[in-house]
């Protein structure tokens, strides 16, 4: 079992920069990835950025270059730093975490994104 609990989560402005962090505890595999989806009002939940245990990264097209994924082992960690954020941006964040050998998924319960125009 793995519970994941996210933070950082805010309002700023068009073109400001928010940090989240999500905490992983439980029983966590040390082959996994974890990531950081988004879902905006009326819309669908889209992945956003990826980071396996390895350290590779993936990351939808429509942030690269502004988001970074990164991950603390030690301390069961995952952050994504997010520069110049639009309101299209805005959403409820979630943290996810799929892991060997089921790799069945794990969320958090998300938290909110507002950036104002």
């Known amino acids: 079992q793995v519970q994941l609990v996210e933070s950082g989560g805010g309002l700023v402005q068009t073109g400001g920069s928010l940090r989240l962090s999500c905490a992983a505890s439980?029983?966590?595999?040390?082959?996994?990835?974890m990531g950081w989806y988004r879902q905006a009002p009326g819309k669908q939940r889209e992945l956003v950025a990826t980071?396996?245990?390895?350290?590779?990264?993936n990351y939808v097209n429509s942030v690269k270059g502004r988001f970074t994924i990164s991950r603390d082992n030690a301390k069961n960690t995952v952050y994504l730093q997010m520069n110049n954020l639009t309101p299209e941006d805005a959403g409820v964040y979630y943290c996810?975490?799929?892991?060997?050998?089921?790799?069945?998924?794990?969320w958090g319960l998300g938290t909110q994104v507002t950036v104002s125009s």
């Open positions: 996810n975490m799929a892991a060997f050998p089921t790799w069945s998924q794990n």
């Open positions: 439980g029983r966590i595999s040390s082959i996994n990835v």
């Open positions: 980071m396996t245990s390895g350290g590779v990264t």
